[in-house]
């Protein structure tokens, strides 16, 4: 099992917050943040009919990745990230083939 971890998050637009996760997450190590969407048309989110999109979006990202790899996904818009992962990755190793939701 790797100890890289993939961030993904879904924003079909630029956003105060997805600038602040996007600044906060470059600063941890072994994290790779993608944001999926980006340029999508389709209302994400609250109100909107395209609150699915998020998942289609997840779900066809998570089919190209390799089976062991570690992937932590949060909203764009009202997220912060801090530390290095390090607990997040022994939490997994510690429980393989579990999904941790918080």
């Keep these: 099992m790797t100890s ?3 961030h993904l998050c ?8 997805l600038d602040l996760l996007l600044a906060s997450s470059a600063r941890i190590p072994k994290l790779q943040t993608r944001v999926l969407g980006l340029g999508n048309s389709t209302p994400i989110g609250h109100g909107g009919k395209g609150f ?7 779900k066809r990202e998570l089919e190209l990745l390799p089976p062991l790899q570690i992937v932590l996904f ?5 997220v912060v990230l801090q530390g ?3 607990k997040l990755v022994k939490w997994i190793q510690d429980h393989p083939g579990k999904v941790l939701f918080a």
């Design 74 to 78: 949060t909203d764009a818009w009202d």
């Design 84 to 86: 290095t992962g390090d």
């Design 10 to 17: 879904v924003s079909n637009t630029s956003h105060p917050g």
């Design 52 to 58: 699915g999109l998020k998942l289609q979006l997840l």
């Design 4 to 6: 890289e971890i993939l």
